[in-house]
């Protein structure tokens, strides 16, 4: 549900801000960085379903689109994020993960809001 991957994705900001915090502590950095990858993971799991109403009869269509655009984007962000940490360090690609954290918490929210008005989360028909 939206509101289940909003939750995830919203875990995942205060993680990931942490690990900013606490990079060069070990055993702190390291449970930041476990707690961001269980709640990223939780939040891509609870967004699953939503890609069933992205095609209008079409779900397994609206799941594929789902995952073509999340391999897409793990893509994009996995190269900028590499470029951040070799020339910044790990503080900046974190802070990019929780800029994506909480546009996802804010996306899923809106799609939430979407769904309780009746309105359609369809993307194409």
Known sequence: TPRAAAVG???MVPAT????ALHGVLAPGLV???VAIAAFEFAIVSA???GTDLVAGAPAR???VMFTAGTVGRALATVT????YER????WPSL???GFGAATVVAMLVLDARRRAGRSAVLVR
């Open 17 to 20: 801000l942490a690990l900013v």
């Open 88 to 91: 910044h360090g790990m503080a």
């Open 81 to 84: 994020a590499t470029r951040l």
């Open 62 to 64: 609206g799941v594929a």
């Open 48 to 50: 699953i379903p939503l």
């Open 9 to 11: 994705a919203g875990v």
């Open 96 to 98: 990019l993960a929780a």
């Open 32 to 34: 930041a960085v476990v």
